[in-house]
Nanobody
Framework: QVQLVESGGGLVQAGGSLRLSCAASGRLFSINAMGWYRQAPGKERELVARITSGGSTNYADSVRGRFTISRDNGKNTVYLQMNSLKPEDTAVYSC??????????WGQGTQVTVSS
């Protein structure tokens, strides 16, 4: 079994920054990618940023240039540095891990609230 523990969410004013962390533990055999998704009230969950084991990244257009995803393979941890936050970034952010066998695991989610 794989566990994902997220931290770093909270309340911040527009223009501020937050850093999310997601630490993976358990039976980790082959991680293919880790990423962050978000879901705002009344909206579908969307990909925010993703990073593969080889370091390739992709971002949602709405966050590109403001958010940066990174990972520490030794710690099985992925980070999301969020700068220049906007009220529309308000959502529950969840971490996702996918293995080379295409299993997917999700964290419990962390709330990010950006006030105007």
């Amino acid at each position: 079994q794989v566990q994902l523990v997220e931290s770093g969410g909270g309340l911040v004013q527009a223009g501020g920054s937050l850093r999310l962390s997601c630490a993976a533990s358990g039976r980790l055999f082959s991680i293919n990618a880790m990423g962050w998704y978000r879901q705002a009230p009344g909206k579908e969950r969307e990909l925010v940023a993703r990073i593969t084991s080889g370091g390739s990244t992709n971002y949602a257009d709405s966050v590109r240039g403001r958010f940066t995803i990174s990972r520490d393979n030794g710690k099985n941890t992925v980070y999301l540095q969020m700068n220049s936050l906007k009220p529309e970034d308000t959502a529950v952010y969840s971490c996702k891990l996918t293995t080379s066998q295409n299993y997917a695991y999700w964290g419990q989610g962390t709330q990010v609230t950006v006030s105007s």
